[in-house]
């Protein structure tokens, strides 16, 4: 059987990066070998911090690939950042992938991507790896993006620009609560124009990647948000992932957890 290594790509932002190494932590300890993305950005600010990645020192490595935006450039206009990545970032995946498949025995033999991170889908497709989707807030949010196509059918969005049509509540399922479209992310980023971006290259890009993965793991639990899951039932519930690492373990290292589920889906197929 082959090695299993695992290519970790996050969305740069704290709150993607940490529950995503919470996750591979966890493959780790189930004896997989895992090689985390973060942009150079991030990266650097990770080892300015001295974090600890307190896993087997063999089975978990840190790389990093540029985002597109100059060394000063602001980070915090998430759209502009969403954009150079689209346009940056394939390209440099494909490169690191490409640069770590030279060794036979280090080959990646699946991607798992951050849910906003949806353009990984055309690398994992054209170097034809096996893609899971990562989805570090509520399944709801998710399950949000994956009903694009009926919310534009149903006319509650615009099909171009996912601008707003409807000032009413709405449901995706009589199963789930009551939703503002208001409140959708990528119509409250502030402007009209980061509203499109994000719509385009975070929730279009990230429902094509979501219908196409092989799986999808999200940190939430089928008590929290059992309508959702229900819903869309390739979604894995694997949270809420705390920062307790006993918690983790314990949950990967179960064979009816669903962490452990996944490794299982992992070590058993013939990737």
Known sequence: MKNIHILAVP??????????????????????????????????????????????????QLASIPDGMEPCGDRNDHGKLAKT??????TKLEELINDINKNDDEKITCIIADCYMGWVLRVARKMSIRLALFCPSSAAVLAVSMSLQKLMDDEVINRRSGEILKDQM??????????????FVWACMGDPVTNQIFFDYLFLEGKDAAEAADHIICNSSMELEPGAFTLFPKMLPIGPLLERRLYLLNMARSTAGPLGHLCCIWEHHNF
């Open 11 to 60: 969305y740069p932002a704290q709150g993607h990066v940490m529950p995503l190494m919470e996750a591979t932590r966890c493959f780790t300890s189930n004896g997989l070998k895992v090689t985390f993305v973060n942009t150079e950005f991030i990266q650097k600010r990770l080892m300015s911090a001295c974090l600890e990645i307190d896993c087997p020192s063999d089975l978990m």
């Open 85 to 90: 990545m689209f346009q940056l970032m394939p």
């Open 170 to 183: 709405i449901q995706l399922s009589t199963s789930m609560p009551l939703m503002d479209p208001a409140n």
